[in-house]
Nanobody, 121 residues
Framework: QVQLVESGGGLVQAGGSLRLSCAAS????????MDWYRQAPGKQREMVAG???????NYADTVKGRFTISRDNAKNTVYLQMHSLKPEDTAVYYC???????????????WGRGTQVTVSS
């Protein structure tokens, strides 16, 4: 079994900062892409930021310059540092990772259960 567990969400005032973490555990051979997504009430889930196992990153235009994604491959953990938070950043934030459980197995997408981020104005 493989699990992704997010942490670090909470309530913060506009302009504040939060750091999210997502740890993958279980039977893991390696992880390629790790992403953060978010879903606000009444809206579709959207990609926020992604990072490859080599460290290449990409961001949604709405968070560029404010959010930074990073990962610790030894700990199978991805982070999302969020600065200058805005009320429109309020959402449930989900971790997604492409994980291979064996050398001869294919990568499969796994999702965490999400962590709530609420930004008050």
């Amino acid at each position: 079994q493989v699990q992704l567990v997010e942490s670090g969400g909470g309530l913060v005032q506009a302009g504040g900062s939060l750091r999210l973490s997502c740890a993958a555990s279980g039977s893991i051979f390696n992880i390629n892409l790790m992403d953060w997504y978010r879903q606000a009430p009444g809206k579709q889930r959207e990609m926020v930021a992604g990072i490859t196992d080599g460290g290449s990153t990409n961001y949604a235009d709405t968070v560029k310059g404010r959010f930074t994604i990073s990962r610790d491959n030894a700990k199978n953990t991805v982070y999302l540092q969020m600065h200058s938070l805005k009320p429109e950043d309020t959402a449930v934030y989900y971790c997604n990772a492409g994980i291979r459980r064996g050398r001869d197995l294919r990568f499969i997408d796994y999702w965490g259960r999400g962590t709530q981020v609420t930004v008050s104005s």
